[in-house]
């Protein structure tokens, strides 16, 4: 079993719609929980991040958080064209100063 | 803000060369990390330096890898007798000592032929 995981997709939205990412992660000593956007060819950036349970936004995103279910999910309102991108869902396990990162959902928002 | 900076952006060597990149963290942050990423994966963690000294160090990293920070501050990442497989993108990030929300550089691609 993956310590982190996540659909591969491509997860494809039309404009506007919500999209919804899953991540689920194996460790349940994880304290600490990322949302990262790469585009193709491009670093790993910051988006959201997340350490108790329950639901926190910022402007389009939302991070939900469910360390019963060991889930942890993105959702994107409003989606545009220009979140196309891979998202990578990352998990600070216990006792470690690491991120154990998934492989990543790729979403296509088209027009 | 400048953001984490890493140098080369691309380099190209042959097997069994040398290669060694360098990482410049965001000025206040005391944690930097290294990962390694290959295409379709999330980004493997290499290495974990808090100030200077390397507290964490991935049990898949080979002997043939070595990472220094000497003053705290740039850290630089060396392999040696570079194999094909080690082709990937090298990252470099960093965070405050406080929290663990890590801002990446741009990476560096190497390549070995």
């Known amino acids: 079993q993956k310590e982190v995981e996540q659909n591969s997709g491509p997860l494809s939205v039309p404009e506007g719609a919500i999209a919804s990412l899953n991540c689920t992660y194996s460790?349940?000593?994880?304290?600490?929980f990322f949302w990262y956007r790469q585009y193709s060819g491009k670093s790993p950036e910051l988006i959201m991040f997340?350490?108790?349970?329950g639901d926190k936004e910022d402007g389009r995103f939302t991070a939900q958080l469910n360390k019963a279910s060991q889930y942890v999910s993105l959702l994107i309102r409003d989606s545009q064209p220009s979140d196309s991108a891979t998202y990578l869902c990352?998990?600070?396990?216990?006792?470690?100063?690491?991120?154990?990162f998934g492989a990543g959902t790729r979403l296509a928002v088209h027009p | 803000d400048t953001g984490v900076s890493q140098n080369p952006r691309h380099k190209i060597t042959k097997r069994g060369q040398n290669v060694t990149f360098r990482c410049d963290p965001i000025?206040?942050?005391?944690?930097l990390y290294w990962y390694r990423q290959t295409l379709g994966q999330g980004p493997e963690f290499l290495t974990y330096f808090q100030n200077e000294a390397q507290l964490e160090k991935s049990r898949l990293l080979s002997d043939r890898f070595s990472a220094e920070r000497p003053k705290g501050s740039f850290s630089t990442l060396e392999i040696q007798r570079t194999e094909q497989g080690d082709s990937a993108m090298y990252l470099c990030?960093?965070?405050?000592?406080?929290?663990?929300?890590?801002?990446f550089g741009q990476g560096t691609r190497l390549t070995v032929v």
């Open positions: 990030a960093s965070s405050l000592e406080i929290s663990y929300e890590a801002f």
């Open positions: 460790d349940r000593g994880s304290q600490s």
């Open positions: 990352a998990v600070k396990p216990g006792g470690y100063n690491k991120l154990i």
């Open positions: 997340i350490y108790s349970n």
């Open positions: 000025s206040e942050h005391n944690r």
